[in-house]
């Protein structure tokens, strides 16, 4: 199999795609109730957090730039942009339109998930959920670009490569067990790294809680999952954002989604 050389122009833009997501957490607000006894200001903890962050975001895109190529899995409009592809509106349309689809699957299924769950989940987390002040921007670049750069282009494929290597010896292309290890591996950690949001805006974490969140997250992350393998980085993006948009939408009429 041929093997690229390191992009260093694809890592650039994807790192600060990300970093400008990562970027806008700092202008976030939390519940005041959670901010107290805080060891330090808020905002020195939200540089500290973002410093964090970047280093995660910086080591996710090593991982994503140096190994995609070699397990076949890509960021298609990311990469011809930089090509200088004059057919950019058409590759874009390629990702836009599973994006979209992915992302009304994954807004159904987490909607289901969350009606089915609500009588069990803490009145207090379902009041703050409702009226959280997340931007909207930062929903779109923290949620939608800077996680799938970590979690899907990073940890999803550095999962693949490690399977490729291990069950196929680096051989041929990855089969499909690497590529479900990987894909339920990551969608998992996804949930899970949602479980620190959910302890800012309920005073304990139930056990039907933690599950709602585990759960509701990995959901959506097999969807992102699925669309990175099957149509490149920006479709699971895209998939992303717009299920943010939604979740705006659904969050007026006193709906929680947390992902």
């Known amino acids: 199999m041929a093997v690229k ?3 260093k122009p694809l890592f650039g833009l994807l790192w600060l795609m990300g ?3 990562e970027l806008s957490v700092l202008f976030v607000s939390f519940p005041a109730e959670a901010m ?11 540089l500290i957090s973002l410093l964090q962050a970047l280093i995660i975001l910086s080591i996710a895109n090593f991982f994503g730039v140096m190994l995609s190529p070699k397990v076949g899995l890509s ?3 990311s990469e011809a ?3 200088g592809n004059s057919d950019l509106s058409h590759i874009f349309k390629q990702q836009a339109l599973p994006g979209l689809i992915g992302g009304s699957v994954g807004i159904a299924l ?3 998930w969350f009606l089915s769950m609500k009588p069990l989940l803490p009145l207090d987390f379902l009041t703050a959920a409702a009226n959280t002040t997340i931007p909207f921007a930062t929903r779109l670049l923290k949620g939608g670009i800077a996680e799938e750069i970590v979690l899907r282009w990073g940890l999803m494929t550095l999962l693949v490569w490690l399977c490729w290597r291990l069950l196929q010896k680096g051989k041929g292309q990855p089969h499909g067990a690497s590529i479900l290890i990987a894909t339920v591996v990551s969608a998992l ?4 790294l949602h479980l620190p949001a959910a302890a800012l805006l309920s005073a304990s974490l139930t056990l039907p809680l933690v599950v709602y969140v585990i759960i509701g997250n990995t959901i959506f992350g097999l969807v992102a999952g699925y669309l990175y393998v099957k149509h490149g980085l920006e479709s699971a993006m895209l998939a992303h ?3 943010h948009v939604v979740l705006v939408a659904v969050q007026k009429m006193s709906f929680t989604i947390l992902v």
């Open 189 to 192: 950690m996804f949930g899970l």
């Open 36 to 46: 107290a006894n805080l060891p330090l200001p808020v905002f020195a903890i939200k």
């Open 110 to 112: 987490n909607l289901a």
């Open 241 to 243: 954002m717009f299920f």
């Open 75 to 77: 960021a298609p409009l």
């Open 19 to 21: 970093f400008v997501g």
């Open 5 to 7: 050389r390191f992009d």
């Open 81 to 83: 942009f930089l090509s």
